[in-house]
């Protein structure tokens, strides 16, 4: 199966930052998705790209299918950021998504 | 977006004792569903596929004895974990898909005694 690979791991940014969180895949994916794991743990969907450019208010996606990797933009972040940033990939619609380690994000007032 | 919940959010059991977990997809069907674990700080790790009227199919390493699915119809998958130990206590993660895009449930917090 496919391997994901995020980084960083950890991310503390102050307030009002800007930050830039990634995804690699091992093998092509043909589907692709971002998450916030908030601190109950539920996963809130972000975006689902498996390919181009999305924006959805502070926050923005860009995946580059040929070379394998997503990344995920953060601006002017706020405390409510904080959480833990997942991507998932399958190679096909129906597929089991597979999980990166995801990146923990803290973000101080 | 597609809403999937998840019931209990909270258990605690004995050791010995099963305990059955359900995930409903609740504005949409689903065929298929899928059920992860999430051990504390780590990532999620895919348990099983559980696929509608026929069995799931469970990921290397995973005691599909132990971790009993049932996906009885389009809206309702359960997973059972039978004879629970401490070791089994973890946060368990329902998913559906609306197409290509997977949602999730809320989780079920499970502490075995």
């Known amino acids: 199966g496919i391997q994901v690979e995020q980084s960083p791991p950890d991310l503390i940014l102050q307030e009002g930052a800007n930050s830039t969180l990634r995804c690699n895949f091992s093998?092509?994916?043909?589907?692709l998705q971002w998450f916030h794991q908030n601190p109950w743990g539920q996963l809130i969907n972000l975006f689902y790209?498996?390919?181009g450019t999305k924006q959805n208010g502070r926050l923005s996606a860009t995946t580059v299918a040929t070379e394998r990797y997503s990344l995920l933009y953060i601006s002017s972040s706020q405390t409510t950021d904080s959480g833990v940033y997942f991507c998932?990939?399958?190679?096909?619609?129906?597929?089991?998504?597979?999980f990166g380690g995801g990146t923990r994000v803290l973000v101080k007032p | 977006g597609a809403v999937v919940s998840q019931h209990p959010s909270r258990v605690i059991c004995k050791s010995g004792t099963s305990v059955k977990i359900e995930c409903r997809s609740l504005?949409?069907?689903?065929?298929?569903m899928f059920w992860y674990r999430q051990f504390p700080k780590q990532s999620l790790m895919l348990m099983a596929t559980?696929?509608?009227?026929?069995?799931?199919?469970?990921e290397q390493g995973v005691e599909k004895d132990k971790f009993l699915i049932n996906h009885a119809s389009l809206t309702l998958s359960t997973l059972t974990v039978t004879s629970a130990h401490p070791e089994d206590s973890s946060f368990y993660i329902c998913?559906?898909?609306?197409?290509?895009?997977?949602?999730f449930g809320p989780g079920t917090r499970l502490t075995v005694t």
């Open positions: 504005d949409f069907q689903a065929t298929t």
């Open positions: 559980s696929n509608e009227g026929s069995k799931a199919t469970y």
């Open positions: 998913s559906a898909g609306m197409g290509a895009e997977k949602y």
């Open positions: 998932a990939g399958s190679q096909a619609a129906g597929n089991k998504l597979t």
């Open positions: 790209i498996p390919s």
């Open positions: 093998d092509s994916v043909n589907n």
